[in-house]
């Protein structure tokens, strides 16, 4: 599947307000990326789309990428120093394990919300909300059509 074809607008639309439900409860930042395809390792590839979307400039270092090859079928979730450390070892594994489940059975926006739930959720326990908080990334959903 196309990196193009994966989310229609109103999946898109949903997704989109998964992540502002999660970002609600902290500070840290959230956002997905859908590329076709990943060449090399999803982990590294994850790290250089982060990278390139500027995640890593978040004061708090606490952004979280979910990273999508489509055509793939490679996905990965990584997160900033400041939350990477702060949670078990194997959580985002775990995340990806669930997501993984929803999506062998065509359930991409059902995988991923509720992937982006679990992310808030340890986000909103390590990074809370303050009234000071702005949201320091924009929400996009960015997407490579290689």
Known sequence: ???KDFLD????Q???AAIKEAEKQTSGEIRVHIQDNCKGDAIATAA???????????VLHNGVLFFLA???KKMAV???????????????DEIIREMKLHFAQSQFLEGLSKG???AGEALSTHFPYSNEDRN???????????
């Open 48 to 58: 250089d789309v982060f990278h390139r979307l500027k995640m890593d400039q978040t």
């Open 70 to 72: 489509t055509t793939d």
């Open 1 to 3: 599947m196309k990196a």
């Open 116 to 118: 982006i739930s679990r």
């Open 136 to 146: 320091e990334l924009d929400d996009s959903i960015s997407f490579d059509h290689e």
């Open 78 to 92: 990584y997160a900033d120093e400041g939350l990477y450390h702060q949670v078990p070892r194997d959580f985002w």
């Open 9 to 12: 607008q109103q999946a898109e």
């Open 14 to 16: 949903q997704l989109l």
